[in-house]
């Protein structure tokens, strides 16, 4: 009996804590959820001297090579690049025998990701990005993307096309990517340089690959705009997107043309195709090869006589085919006139008498008036 109650209450213990453990869960599941939202108005502290005040243990740097074109523009604005770097304690030089830029970290620099940053920055101006918009590579909360694109496609008439639509009718394409993603994006010959947040980026990239794979812009960016105007529903945020997201089915219109005459092929087979039979076996099959020769040369001379007979009688039928008279047409029953429709020629005479007598263009003749002025002519002649 002492046994039964201590095993019903290490029972009831045990339901106990399955209940908790399972509250606790749906506890952390809801925590989870709230924990993935970043509250309005948080930013990360900045990384300043005094978090690292002993500075770095080693040395690192970082050149990049730029075209001849960029070197008048870098010229111009280096001092600008110097003291933009020589805040985080960057050194940066430019040759321009070389052509190259160069920076390096020093004493002062205190943040071990800033070389990173001034690599990013070097990389940007020398794939003609401005400097006004290289330097906010400097900042904590932004990145940039150099996206090769001269690979992806093989025809250069076709890789021109496909980049010109990306840029879109005076950059219209190109400015609504910025406005969606909040990145700057610069098409420069076979690179497309981006800077921005990570999350536009990532929508930047996926945007020009899928252009260069002949997928138009605009089907991206009318998903970034569904995408935006649903992210500022509070609801809709833990939500799957896929029932507003349109889809898009790529249709290729040209189709390729069949041949005529299709070449099955064989199936592969490792075995040697089977050898075929000689004149000796193809005798043994039907028997021939133990008659006599006698008897060979009779069956010979009865295969010719048949083969004979049978061409003597086609050139008959054909010598026969001369003689044989073609099928001839039926004779046509010529139908007589009907009495109705007969040519009335004294109408017709009277006609042509009277178009006869009228004037193309003047008016009807009054004979009773000609034969008054000619007896008036005939009496001034007698007078």
Known sequence: MAASTEADGVSANTAQTHGTNKSKRKENKVDESDLLTVPEGWKEKPFTAEDNPRGLLEGSSFATLFPKYREAYLKECWPLVQKALGDCGIKATLDLIEGS??????????DPYAIIRARDLIKLLARSVPFEQAVRIL?????????????????????????????????????????????????????????????????V???????????????????????????????????????????????????????????????????????????????????????????????????????????????QEERNKAFIPPKEKPAVKTKRAPTETKIDIDAIKDKVKKAKNKKLGAPPVNRAAETASASVKKKTKRS
């Not at 830029?101 to 205190?110: A, I």
Request: net charge positive; glycine share 4%.
């Open 101 to 110: 830029m160069t920076v390096s970290t020093s004493r002062k620099t205190f």
């Open 139 to 203: 900042q904590d909360d932004m990145a940039c993307d150099i996206i090769k694109i001269g690979s992806l496609v093989r025809n250069r008439e076709r890789f021109v096309k496909r980049r010109q639509r990306l840029i879109g009718p005076k950059g219209s394409t190109l400015k609504a990517l910025e406005l969606l993603t909040s990145c700057y994006v610069m098409v420069q010959g076979n690179t497309v340089s981006a800077l921005g947040p990570y999350n536009g980026l990532k929508e």
């Open 205 to 315: 990239r996926k945007v020009v690959l899928d252009t260069m794979k002949n997928v138009h812009p605009i089907y991206n960016i009318k998903t970034l705009m569904i995408k935006r105007e649903l992210s500022k529903d509070p609801e809709l945020r833990m939500q799957s997107w896929e029932r507003f997201l349109p889809n898009f089915k790529h249709k290729n219109l040209s189709k390729r043309k069949e041949p005529k005459k299709k070449t099955v092929k064989r199936e592969y087979t490792p075995f040697p195709p089977p050898q075929p039979e000689s004149q000796m076996d193809k005798e043994l099959a039907t028997g021939e090869f133990f008659l006599r020769e006698s008897q060979k040369r009779r069956k010979k001379l009865e295969e010719i006589k048949v083969k004979q007979a049978e061409a003597l009688t086609k050139k």
